[in-house]
């Protein structure tokens, strides 16, 4: 089962003994609310600072590890600044002013312990345009997409403005219509079903979103 959190900065998912995402100053909300289980570790989808603003702080209150796509980790660390399009440039120089620790390190998502044998019922899907390491999350029939989809008053693409290669983006996105699931749990926003994604997609195809 999928258990949605909190929701601060963004929606914070609980999968088996894997938190998703970590929001902003959550760590003593979350801290307090899953102290009943033993954390396995820490699963960012992306490296947005709404996302992994706490992660560093919890990866000690649960001396646990954080894991990433590969291409998404160096962002995370603050090796790398993400780079936008278009107006999103804004965004890459709004960025500069978040000040926040950072996580000592960060394992690819294929070194998740047991991973096989704990998650089998769990995929991690490469998903990339809105950030260059973005993931999703598929399991058994519940798809936990990160900002890859929005949903406000109905499910909807993230702006363009927010991705750094939209073109890359939309594919990932028909990438996923191909999966088997039956709820989306989105980075912001309440869960979707998998009839209100597939009207997106067959906008998306007429040319209309």
Do not use: W
Request: glycine share 8%.
């Amino acid at each position: 089962m999928v258990e949605r959190l909190l929701e601060k900065g963004c929606n914070i998912y609980l999968i088996d003994n894997f938190l998703v995402d970590t929001g902003i100053n959550t760590a003593d909300m979350l801290s307090t609310r899953t102290l009943r289980r033993k954390i396995k570790g820490i699963i960012l989808t992306h490296g947005h600072y709404d996302h992994i603003q706490s992660a560093a702080i919890l990866q000690k209150k649960f001396n646990c590890p954080i894991f990433a796509h590969e291409k998404e980790i160096p962002f995370i660390l603050g090796k790398e600044r993400i780079q936008y399009s278009g107006i999103g440039k804004i965004l890459s120089l709004f960025d500069r002013f978040f000040r926040f620790e950072r996580p000592g390190e960060v394992k690819p998502v294929s070194e998740i312990p047991n991973f096989v044998e704990e998650g089998k019922n769990m995929k991690i899907i490469h998903t990339p345009g809105h950030t260059p390491g973005s993931i999703s999350i598929l399991y058994k029939n519940q798809l936990v997409c990160g900002d890859l989809l929005r949903v406000k008053k109905g499910i909807s693409l993230s702006p363009k403005a927010f991705c750094t290669d939209y073109r890359e983006y939309l594919k990932s996105v028909k990438k996923v219509s191909s999966l088997r699931f039956e709820k989306i749990f989105p980075g912001h926003g309440e869960p979707a079903e998998r009839r209100d994604f597939d009207k997106l997609i067959e906008r998306i195809r007429n040319g209309s979103d």
